[in-house]
């Protein structure tokens, strides 16, 4: 399930998008520059001090949770068939949420988290073995056990997402907190994609689609930091001009 198109335009985003996502980009490339001072990179600090790197397990040990923001993420990976290294796995909580939202009825086979527990999948970050992002991709529910929203909730919820402390890594924490910013438009067209892809799913097969272990990812998009910040910076240009 592929998509290698944006479709959007760089210069029909607001203005005041683009100047988040242009000083996302410098913060995503402030994080690469402090690291590889020292040959480091944002997954190696998740995983330092972590001991043997098992498929499967979370990194780092318990997640990293941001208490203030409700920004939750973890490290893991499962899909080395695919070239993949490993992935971040990124997540808000009901605290962290825009008020006024609230899971969707859904007939569920499961019980879904509640309360404190209601967290929304914000998507995936696809990472090479050097380190550095390849692709966005989104999941059915039973994969990270979420509890369902909309497209349109999360999208919402996608400039609520802060990892603000230093734990495990200030610089990875930096990072993800700004890919979530630069990279918002091609997240915003995969929720929506997963939403097309659960009810296409869903008209086709019996049961409860978000349990259906044939339907793991349900949309994915690959990217490239250099022509995101390149492509935004067009566009201000151009709409200065």
């Known amino acids: ?21 242009a000083a996302a980009g410098d913060e995503v490339r402030e994080c690469y520059r402090v690291l590889e001072k020292t040959d480091a990179n944002v997954v190696g600090e998740i995983l ?8 499967w397990d979370h990194y780092p040990e318990g997640d990293v949770f941001d208490a203030e923001t409700d920004s939750q993420y973890y490290y893991h ?4 068939a695919t070239g993949e290294h490993g992935h971040f796995h990124l997540f808000l909580r009901p605290d962290g949420m825009p008020k006024g939202i609230s899971p969707m009825p859904w007939e569920t086979t499961e019980e879904w988290p509640a ?3 209601m967290i929304a999948h914000l998507g995936a970050i696809s990472m090479e073995k050097s380190g550095y992002p390849t692709h966005l991709f989104t999941t059915n529910r039973w994969v990270t056990g979420e509890t369902w929203y909309t497209a349109d909730d999360i999208v919402a919820m996608l400039d609520h997402y802060k990892m603000d402390h230093a734990y495990p890594s ?6 993800i907190t700004a890919m979530v910013a630069l990279f918002q438009p091609q997240l915003a067209i995969l ?4 939403d097309r892809a659960i009810a296409d799913w ?6 409860d689609v978000l349990e259906d272990r044939d339907l793991e990812i349900t949309s994915i998009m690959p990217i490239n930091v250099n022509h995101q910040i390149k492509q935004v910076a067009r566009a201000l240009k151009r709409l200065a001009a």
Do not use: C, I
Not at 48 to 55: A, D
């Open 1 to 21: 399930m592929n998509d290698s198109t944006t479709a959007f335009r760089f210069e029909d985003l607001p203005v005041e998008r683009l100047q988040s996502m």
């Open 48 to 55: 330092k001090g972590q001991g043997t790197f098992y498929e």
């Open 77 to 80: 990976a499962h899909r080395g």
């Open 115 to 117: 309360k404190d527990d």
């Open 170 to 175: 200030w610089p990875t924490n930096r990072w």
């Open 191 to 194: 929720m929506r994609k997963r």
């Open 202 to 207: 869903r008209a086709k097969h019996d049961g």
